[in-house]
């Protein structure tokens, strides 16, 4: 039988609590219905299949399980090992359609297959794949071996490999092989097709011909990674009061930066490494690591960059031993303490000054002017708001601890009005390419905990708003607990979409952040455009001012509008 990836369901169970209540988090495995060779009977078939769980393989025993043939219907359980079968009257002489479905129970989700056209005139082809259940990626090509047999003996049929990520819709053709006279192939599948390092599904298909049934077979292996990684320090002599600045690149065995990894920076001690800071690596591998240097004393130190992964596939990896030498802390001048009174006096005349603005009044008293006709100061709308994940600031006593907080929760929000959303989704992907997920309470509030560690993908969407994605660090120092998370209404992206085309038609280009969404529009339509602006002015008249909200699949639409406007003004 064949591996998939374990799918995670996430269920936000509303329970009769207060409405500022976290959901409750519950985890349903998925589950796929492999079905065996069909065997042909006098006047008949015999259906046989098996329920396992995807990814493991493990067998889901005691399902009941609904299969149709034609107009024929019988249900079966599952046995200890999952497997279940079934008898059927069938006809020769014509074709019949097959339908396989569990509909789920407790903790499995449900799942299903269907053959439309079965030709029991055909012989059953039983195809298999076996490959090792690890491989290091620079090693060199992955070899599997293929298995091809009728009910009799070995059958030479064409066979297409395909490879890819568990959790991919589809799969990626490698080649096509043809298995010899005892009915077996070994195949190499080459390192750059088996994409990054982590688990990969490898499937085996053969699409039938005029003599055996279609069939597939799949396996799941774990593809392997050294890793390396280089430090480099701004310096490697630092006063006592200053700070250690280290930056440095993190990558695989082929040379490729990995994303989304924790890096720390440590320090040699009598007692062993000690841990200063660490950081997530950027989309091509690269990291900043920051320590004040009074944190490691005055004197010589030795540092170093370590990349210690919780994933199975990925390597751990230290970079060279890095020298840095300390300085002793220096006495502070007085005439520090005087200069730093000096300037905090500054500031606060600074800031009073700043709010209060006396000089205006002043101005105005020599132009005989009166405070009431001064012009007030316009507001502009132009300034974009703040999207994506606001970290908290941990309390004091987090932050002299290491990292121990596996939760990530907050609120959810719109960037514009600031009110908090009911109904959006967070979603964390896990290091394995596992998901959990949970759904905003009516106050905004989610939370998820705990959180396998290490480098995770967070998303969150919600009907009506533009999807944001971020890393997050498990295990963190608190800045994951009430966070915020702020979504941009898809209006607004359009509308600031609009702008590129729009702007050049105002009388000057300062009034978009000036007049309201109405008057530009009002305004761009009064000036007759051309056939592509006029479409997509009240393409953003509907979406902007309509009361139906439009959805985050109208961006890429109004983002060929905008194009196709700006190039018919050449």
Do not use: N
């Not at 290091?431 to 396998?452: K, M």
């Not at 909200?549 to 509008?561: M, N, Q, S, T, Y």
């Amino acid at each position: 039988m064949t591996r998939a990836a374990v799918a995670l369901v996430v269920l936000a169970v509303s329970a009769a609590a207060p409405a500022a209540a976290a959901p409750v988090v519950s985890i349903r495995a998925g589950t796929e219905v492999a079905l065996e060779p069909i065997l042909r009977d006098p006047g008949g078939i015999r259906v046989r299949g098996i329920v396992q769980e995807r990814g493991s393989g493990a067998a889901v025993p005691h399902a009941e399980v609904r299969v149709v043939l034609d107009d024929q219907e019988s249900r079966a359980i599952t046995d200890a090992d999952g497997r279940f079968t079934l008898y059927f009257a069938a006809d020769r002489s014509r074709r019949h359609r097959l339908a396989v479905e569990f509909a789920g129970a407790g903790q499995f989700e449900p799942s299903s297959v269907e053959i439309p056209e079965l030709d029991i005139a055909k012989r059953p082809l039983d195809l298999a794949i076996t490959a090792p259940a690890d491989h290091d990626r620079a090693s060199g090509p992955l070899e599997v071996t293929l298995f091809t047999q009728d009910e009799l003996r070995p059958a030479s049929v064409r066979v297409t490999v395909h490879a890819g990520p568990l959790d991919a819709d589809e799969l990626t053709l490698i080649q096509e092989a043809f298995t010899d006279d005892i009915g077996t192939e070994k195949v190499l599948i080459p390192p750059e097709a088996l994409g990054g390092p982590g688990p990969v599904r490898i499937e085996a298909r053969f699409e039938g011909d005029d003599v055996f049934d279609p069939a597939r077979a799949h396996t799941t292996v774990l593809v392997r990674s050294a890793t390396a990684i280089d430090l480099a320090l701004s310096s490697r002599s630092v006063h006592f009061e200053g700070r250690v600045l280290g930056r440095g690149r993190l990558v695989d065995d082929l040379g490729d930066g990995i994303a989304g990894a924790t890096v720390s920076l440590k320090v040699d001690t009598e007692g062993g490494p000690r841990a200063l800071d660490d950081a997530l690596t950027g989309p091509d591998g690269r990291f900043e690591l920051e320590v004040r240097a009074s944190e490691l004393g005055a004197g010589a130190h030795r540092v170093q960059a370590v990349f210690e992964p919780v994933e199975r596939h990925l390597g751990v990896s230290r970079s060279a031993v890095v020298p840095l030498t300390v300085e002793d802390k220096r006495p502070v001048p007085v005439g520090y303490s005087l200069a730093a009174f000096a300037a905090t006096a500054a500031s606060i005349l600074a800031f009073v000054g700043l709010r209060t603005r006396p000089w205006r009044r002043w101005a105005s008293r020599l132009r005989g002017e009166s405070a009431a006709s001064a012009p007030a100061p316009e507001a502009r709308r132009d300034a974009p708001p703040h999207t994506g994940l606001t970290l908290a600031r941990p309390g004091l006593v987090s932050t002299l601890r290491r990292p121990h907080d596996h939760g990530f929760g907050g609120v959810v929000a719109d960037a514009v009005t600031g009110r908090p959303l009911a109904g959006a989704t967070v979603a964390v992907t896990g290091p394995d390419g596992a998901e959990v997920s949970a759904t905003s309470d009516d106050a905004g509030g989610f939370l998820l905990e705990p959180l396998a560690e290490g480098s995770l993908r967070a998303r969150v969407s919600c009907a009506g708003y533009v999807t944001e994605r971020f890393p997050i660090t498990i295990p963190h120092r608190g800045e994951l607990r009430d966070a915020r998370v702020d979504l941009l209404p898809v209006r607004e992206r359009i509308f600031s979409m609009y702008r590129e085309a729009a702007e050049p038609l105002l009388p000057s280009p300062e009034l978009w952040g000036v007049w309201t969404p109405r008057q530009i529009v009002d305004h761009v339509r009064s000036r007759q455009p051309a056939a592509a602006l006029a479409d997509l002015t009240g393409y953003v008249e509907e979406k902007y001012f309509s009361s139906r909200v439009p959805d985050e699949d109208e961006i890429p639409r109004a983002a060929e509008r905008v194009a196709a406007a700006i190039a018919e003004r050449g």
